[in-house]
């Protein structure tokens, strides 16, 4: 996160980005904290605000700490983020990293509705938006160098484990 947070064109947003609250509070300690915008529960506002804040040419790194979050933005992100390009005729390819994680269970299982993996679901749901699952440490930074770097026009959706944070 460090290095796409010295991107010039790179702004965060989500839930416990600015304040803590999650595992992933922690891997922006080292981002600049004017590239931090706190967002309110409200995951489907802040998947629209991703892909206005795409359009007009930065890249988000918008963060979901769970799927069981993510769903409630699954609107803006099916129908508008990844449909955009084909509506508009490849006139509008919105690059935007989407972070999202399958919730910890050890040492304490919160149960379903954190713990729910839907990377394969999503996999199949989306064209214009690649979905990477992170299994092992040293694709970390590959897979968020790619999704930054890319000119395919593609948006990326990154799929972390919780419990390999404390494991791995």
């Not at 600049?32 to 629209?48: A, N, T, Y």
């Not at 390819?93 to 509705?113: D, K, W």
Request: charge should be negative.
């Amino acid at each position: 996160m460090t290095w796409l947070g010295e991107q010039p064109d790179t702004i965060f947003l989500g839930q416990a980005v600015g304040y803590p609250g999650t595992a992933m509070t922690n891997t922006l300690a080292d981002v600049d904290k004017s590239k931090l915008v706190e967002m309110p529960v409200s995951e489907e506002m802040q998947m629209g605000i991703t892909t206005g804040l795409a359009v007009r040419g930065k890249v988000p790194i918008s963060i979901y700490p769970r799927w069981n979050f993510l769903f409630c933005a699954v609107n803006q992100l099916v129908n508008h983020l990844d449909a955009l390009p084909d509506y508009s005729h490849g006139e509008y390819e919105p690059r935007a990293i989407i972070r999202t994680g399958v919730g910890s269970v050890r040492p304490l299982n919160p149960q379903l509705q954190h713990t729910g993996d839907y990377t394969d679901a999503f996999t199949q749901m989306l064209s214009n938006v690649h979905v990477v699952r992170l299994e092992e440490p040293e694709d970390i930074f590959p897979a968020y160098q790619e999704a930054y770097t890319r000119e395919d026009g593609k948006s990326t959706l990154i799929v972390e484990y919780g419990d390999y944070y404390g494991e791995k």
